[in-house]
């Protein structure tokens, strides 16, 4: 009998624990009313002390696949220093700026372990202009190619990292809802409107680059726009 992601996490700490496996977290669309059952991917956090092994990674999100029967389960260690200090240590925290996890942090939903508190870790907030300012270097990076992506998946990652930025902006402006593609879009403003449909869009088609390419117009205007603004 297939687990529950939930059951399946708590085997995982049960297993990892004196490897330095501290607490599993859920987050991402698993939490928002984007998830779509058998379809959406499921993501999870393993906050670890610096003893365990990034090797460890990959290993645990087999176990996870095979233990729940999704075939996307992603699972990423961070390391509870690298929201202490900021230094980057695994791939997670070399992805999302370990300012930027801090400020998803009270929307992750706790399963097992130490049940963490924003007080637990010593880095500094940042607003969210800070954010955005970090989130416009990503999409810098990402058109260079400086900033990794999958194969075939820059056009996704930007579209992503884009979503985040209209995200921070409208938290800015005082909505209290946890990111998701359709909250961004329903609280968007008349100037992020086109934007996050066109994101929306492009996500229901499962990320399909021919639609990413008829909207790259509409992106590169507001880019363009925010760039003037707040860099």
């Known amino acids: ?10 085997e995982i700490f049960d297993e990892y624990k004196d490897q330095g496996l501290i607490s599993l977290y859920l987050y991402g669309s698993i939490l928002t009313k984007d998830y779509i059952e058998g379809a959406s991917d499921i ?10 092994s990034i090797t460890l990674e990959n290993e645990i999100k087999n176990k996870l696949c095979e233990k729940t029967g999704f075939e996307q389960f992603g699972f990423r260690l961070l390391y509870k220093s690298e929201l202490d200090t900021g230094v980057i240590k695994g791939n997670l925290a070399s992805f999302i ?30 607003d969210a202009i800070g954010a955005v300012k970090i989130r416009l270097d990503h999409l810098v990076r990402i058109e260079n190619e400086s900033f990794k992506t999958h194969p075939g998946g820059k056009h996704i990652l930007f579209l992503k990292v884009l979503a985040r ?3 921070h902006l409208q938290k800015e402006r005082g909505c209290n809802d946890p990111f998701s593609y359709s909250s961004v879009f329903s609280n968007s403003n ?11 869009n492009c996500k229901k088609s499962k990320w399909d680059e021919s639609m990413f390419k008829e909207n790259v117009t509409i992106y590169k205007n507001y880019i363009d726009t925010l760039r003037s603004r707040y860099l």
Do not use: C
């Open 97 to 126: 700026h370990p300012q930027l996890l801090l400020l998803d942090f009270p929307h992750w939903k706790y399963v097992i372990g130490k049940n963490f508190l924003r007080s637990d870790f010593l880095l500094v907030d940042i």
């Open 165 to 167: 930025i209209m995200f």
């Open 190 to 200: 008349e100037e992020e409107k086109p934007v996050a449909e066109a994101i929306l």
């Open 43 to 52: 993501d999870s956090i393993g906050f670890a002390t610096e003893e365990m």
């Open 1 to 10: 009998m297939k687990k529950t992601p939930e059951q399946a996490l708590e």
